[in-house]
T-cell receptor, first 115, second 112 residues
């Protein structure tokens, strides 16, 4: 199946700093990628839809200035958590699909811990 | 919008028994349903999917049943093994290419 990777797998940062998380489709191109966050023992919550070459679409309640998304190429989307705070600590997961006939493939996730 | 929920948060089964995990959804416009397995610290792994024009689909040791009348979805795992222990999510989408909305998850524990 298609492979989606994320980098880094885990990151620890100080409160107030910004953290960038990368999502890559390794063997296919994706005009659309999705970003989710997951708190411990909770489900995945969709944050935004990343669109190659255009602005991301954010779900209700997600601050677009806090979570910056850039989809600069057909294989890479980045999520930047700006001025991170401890409440931003979470598991961030991205997904992408190779085509309209394929299911979403999920990345392995990035564990963010803000001290 | 879509809302997907599960009937039970935890499920314990004996190794070798069959497991049934249930899910309800609210949006009758959803056309595509998926079951995912998530192990600790990992991303969701696709198990099986079903489209709204079907009511049953079978995979290897897994079967998904869809009842559109009552907006209910279930995942059946035959001969449950210790490696099946994980959190299982049902999810819904308008198409396979569209954003996926997840249910709250059921934690399956297999007792050896």
């Amino acid at each position: 199946g298609a492979v989606v990777s994320q980098h880094p797998s885990r990151v620890i940062c100080k409160s107030g700093t910004s953290v960038k998380i990368e999502c890559r489709s390794l063997d296919f191109q994706a005009t659309t990628m999705f970003w989710y966050r997951q708190f411990p023992k909770k489900s995945l919550m969709l944050m935004a839809t990343s669109n190659e070459g255009s602005k991301a679409t954010y779900e209700q309640g997600v601050e677009k200035d806090k979570f910056l998304i850039n989809h600069a190429s057909l294989t890479l989307s980045t999520l930047t958590v700006t001025s991170a705070h401890p409440e931003d600590s979470s598991f961030y997961i991205c997904s992408a699909s190779p085509s309209v006939n394929n299911e979403q493939f999920f990345g392995p996730g990035t564990r963010l811990t803000v001290l | 919008g879509e809302s997907v929920g599960l009937h039970l948060p935890t499920l314990s089964v004996q190794e070798g028994d069959n497991s049934i995990i249930n899910c309800a959804y609210s949006n009758s416009a959803s056309d595509y349903f998926i079951w995912y397995k998530q192990e600790s610290g990992k991303g969701p792994q696709f198990i099986i999917d079903i489209r709204s024009n079907m009511d049953k689909r079978q995979g290897q040791r897994v079967t998904v049943l869809l009842n559109k009348t009552v907006k209910h979805l279930s995942l059946q795992i035959a001969a449950t093994q210790p490696g099946d222990s994980a959190v299982y999510f049902c999810a819904a989408s308008k198409t396979s290419y569209d954003k996926v909305i997840f249910g709250p998850g059921t934690s399956l524990s297999v007792i050896p």
